[in-house]
């Protein structure tokens, strides 16, 4: 059985493309945990908090339930719910699934599969990251699930192609000539002798969820402005200016000089006849990834 065609064809609820990373995040949880303990089920009771957690900090915006994962992964083909009095799933209801004492795993091919061929379990959270979420977040995502992404022997796998490299690279090179080798957000253009360090391509509507390699659908963000932007404390609004999301806290000076004192700054850049930000990958990101409401600018208004 090919498990990795399988975990990367995950059936995903849908509506108006609204992302639905709800499967891939229990999957990678129920990875994290195997690696733990290959024996151990997950009790619903036990482990709702973690997936509440999980939902709240890399899933859509808008509140769900991790009951609903739980209960329709089983459809795919990789995982398995048994109540206490060894029944089937009782189905998605929260209620239900507590007083029932459900219980999920790994199917017993899938764990077999694990046990014997080790790699395995990398090249499944690889292909669940890199489907679903940008770059940017893997590691985060990987601690946040207890995973550790390298094998026994401490060999990392790789799914990244050579094709993916050059893609990427690319990408990079137009974004940062576009830009004149500075963060968009803060202006930052640190660089090593010739070589710039600390800047990258930022897609605004995610690659893994159709994001186009093209000026229309990037900005040259700082490390730090990047993986603030992919998780949603940042973004744009209808003019192209800098928004904050109200959740962010940060009482220190740099939070305020790096963050909060971007609210309603003016993008820096694309240089003259490059290609700006479409509208539509900002209102993407907006509806998508940004949390929450934007705060407002000193003096506005309330």
């Not at 290609?275 to 940004?290: C, D, K, L, R, S």
Request: net charge neutral.
């Amino acid at each position: 059985m090919d498990w990795i065609e399988r975990v990367g064809n995950l059936r995903q609820w849908t509506h108006k493309g609204l992302r639905a990373p709800h499967k891939p995040l229990l999957m990678l949880y129920a990875l994290g945990r195997f690696q733990q303990g290959p024996d151990q089920g997950l009790r619903y009771s036990d482990v709702e908090r973690d997936l509440k957690d999980l939902l709240r900090d890399y899933g859509p915006p808008h509140d769900t339930s991790p009951s609903y994962p739980f209960h329709h992964l089983t459809n795919d083909g990789v995982w398995e719910v048994r109540t206490a009095d060894g029944g089937a799933s009782p189905g998605s209801g929260v209620g239900r699934l507590r007083e029932s004492g459900a219980e999920g795993r790994l199917v017993p091919e899938l764990r077999s599969a694990l046990s014997t061929e080790p790699e395995l379990l990398g090249r499944l959270a690889h292909v669940l990251l890199d489907t679903h979420f940008p770059p940017s977040l893997h590691t985060d995502i990987a601690a946040a699930v207890g995973l550790d992404l390298e094998s026994a022997d401490g060999a990392v796998v790789a799914t990244v192609t050579a094709r993916d490299r050059r893609r990427a690279a690319e990408l990079r090179r137009q974004v940062l000539v576009a830009y004149e080798y500075r963060c968009a957000f803060c202006g930052f253009d640190g660089a090593i002798g010739r070589v710039p360090v600390g800047l990258e391509a930022a897609h605004v509507r995610w690659w893994a969820f159709r994001g186009a390699d093209d000026l229309s659908n990037a900005l040259c963000l700082c490390s730090l402005h990047h993986k603030l932007f992919d998780r949603g404390v940042l973004g744009l609004d209808g003019g192209r200016r800098i928004i904050v999301s109200r959740e962010f806290t940060g009482r220190g000076e740099a939070a305020r000089t790096q963050v909060l004192d971007l609210v309603d700054r003016t993008l820096i850049g694309p240089q003259r006849g490059s290609a700006t930000v479409a509208p539509e990958n900002v209102a993407w990101h907006t509806e998508q990834v940004f949390r929450g409401k934007a705060r407002v600018a000193q003096g506005a208004g309330a």
